[in-house]
């Protein structure tokens, strides 16, 4: 088995490494975009607005009650049809993936925001501070204690998830295996190798994660 | 006091929420310099009837005069108003994420726009006068909670208020540090802040007080001077309460 590996890793390690380079765009881009896409969504559940609240609401409604795969087909089929521009598979899964992405980031921070005491609020507005000033300067500080390591946890999803972009042969580590899989007829051995590079991404980025939390509670 | 300007008019106070009543009606005026206490049973509305005054709470109808301006019309900008209406919470409601010195120094820099080394100097005279300056570089929770609620004292008298909102500043305190924070706020009456308070510290409000308001059910059921009120009540309700905390 581990010969196998070996060997099928030195023969092919070109295309293992185009799936991961392929993988760590996918999952940036879809990290970035539904991070922005996703605050925007959580900012209108609590604008007080009814129609944006309800909105957003909605939107987080379908996005977390369906399968993702469904999405992803579904955006991959209709996408083309009502964009102006032509949209590649790859763009119409990315996007597939940022949307429903924003969907559970949008949900974070909600509830990070949400879960600041309200006497925080209230002390703030007692001192006449300003909506705007109250949220950037107690608010969100304290928010964001709550939401980072919520917000890791969807990023290490988000990662794992862009597998499913293999399905549509967009390239990424999946689509690797895929490739491998049938040129060679050797099913295992490539889904271990494939395997073990999500674990060292994954794992790579959850510590970096941790760094970056401690950092943030150390002045306090 | 009558002859003293006014300085909070509160005209037809309504206050429910749903169903529930919480004020009713309430009409009364706070002059410059007065020190008044609000007491009652809990539920009398006593809290929400304070946190209207800074428009925390939002009343359903009538009208909160602050020095001439109706706080409770929707077309002016109530966060400024506040800015004169400190207020201090039963929870103390200290900024954690930052060191007492910037609990203080945060909000005359951002809406009083003095600069940094002023907002500090004040901040250290203040924390002075409560005896915090040893704190100045910790984080609140590092501080006991009587330590806590004399830095929201401060914090709020950074903005240099008209007059100071307690809302039972002591309720939330252990037994030992109750005093402390008296001491504190009694250091305002002499220094000639007005002041409102809802306190269950019935001998504090009788050495205090100019004029101590008793609510029940939402309305002010009786008011006077504290020796009046304490020792010679009109009204049942009042007489009924004081003969089970006094």
Not at chain 1, 156 to 170: D, E, N
Not at chain 2, 129 to 147: A, F, H, I, M
Request: glycine share 6%; net charge neutral; charged share 20%.
């Amino acid at each position: 088995m581990i010969d196998t590996i070996i060997k099928l890793w030195s023969k092919y390690d070109y295309v293992y490494i185009d799936g991961l380079l392929g993988t760590l765009w996918l999952a940036a881009v879809t990290v970035m975009a539904a991070t922005a896409v996703g605050t925007i969504i959580a900012l209108m559940r609590l604008s007080g607005v009814r129609l944006l609240d309800r909105f957003a609401g909605l939107y987080i409604c379908v996005l977390r009650g369906t399968p993702i795969l469904l999405q992803l087909y579904f955006f991959w089929l209709t996408l083309p049809k009502i964009s102006p521009i032509t949209l590649s598979d790859t763009a119409c899964i990315v996007i597939a993936l940022i949307v429903n992405a924003s969907a559970y980031v949008a949900e974070v921070i909600r509830a990070g925001i949400q879960a600041v005491d309200k006497g925080q609020k209230e002390a703030a507005k007692s001192l006449g501070l300003s909506d705007r000033n109250t949220f950037r300067y107690i608010v969100f500080p304290q928010a964001i204690k709550n939401i980072l390591p919520a917000l890791g946890n969807e990023y290490i999803t988000m990662v794992k998830q862009t597998s499913l972009a293999s399905v549509f042969f967009v390239q990424e580590l999946m689509t690797s295996y895929r490739t491998v899989q049938s040129a060679t007829f050797l099913a295992i051995p490539s889904l271990v190798i494939v395997g073990v590079i999500y674990l060292v991404v994954t794992t790579i980025l959850s510590k970096g994660l941790d760094l970056f939390e401690r950092r943030l509670q150390r002045n306090e | 006091m009558s002859e003293s300007k006014e300085l909070i008019h509160v005209v037809d106070l309504c206050k429910q929420f749903g169903e529930l009543k919480v004020l009713k009606n309430i009409t009364e005026t706070i002059h410059e310099g007065e020190v008044v206490s609000i007491i009652g049973p809990s539920g009398s509305g006593k809290s929400t009837f304070l946190r209207c005054l800074n428009l925390l709470g939002k009343p359903t109808s009538g009208k909160v005069i602050f020095k001439g301006v109706d706080l409770a019309d929707k077309n002016i900008d109530v966060d400024k108003h506040r800015q004169k209406i400190g207020m201090v919470f039963q929870l103390f409601n200290v900024f954690p994420h930052m060191t007492v010195l910037e609990n203080i120094t945060l909000a005359p820099m951002l809406e009083r726009k003095i600069s940094k080394t002023q907002a500090e100097d004040q901040a250290v005279e203040l924390l002075k006068r409560v005896g915090l300056l040893d704190k100045k570089d910790e984080y609140p929770t590092r501080l006991s909670g009587g330590q806590k609620q004399r830095l929201a004292i401060v914090r709020a008298l950074a903005m240099e208020p008209d007059v100071m909102l307690f809302d039972e500043p002591t309720s939330a305190l252990d037994p030992e540090m109750v005093k402390e924070v008296l001491d504190v706020i009694k250091s305002l009456v002499v220094a000639g802040m007005t002041i409102i308070i809802v306190t269950h510290e019935m001998a504090f409000a009788r050495e205090v007080s100019d004029r101590v308001l008793f609510m029940a059910d939402g309305e002010i059921v009786e008011q006077g001077s504290p020796d009046v009120l304490f020792f010679d009540p009109k009204n049942d309700r009042t007489k009924d309460f004081l003969s089970k905390v006094l």
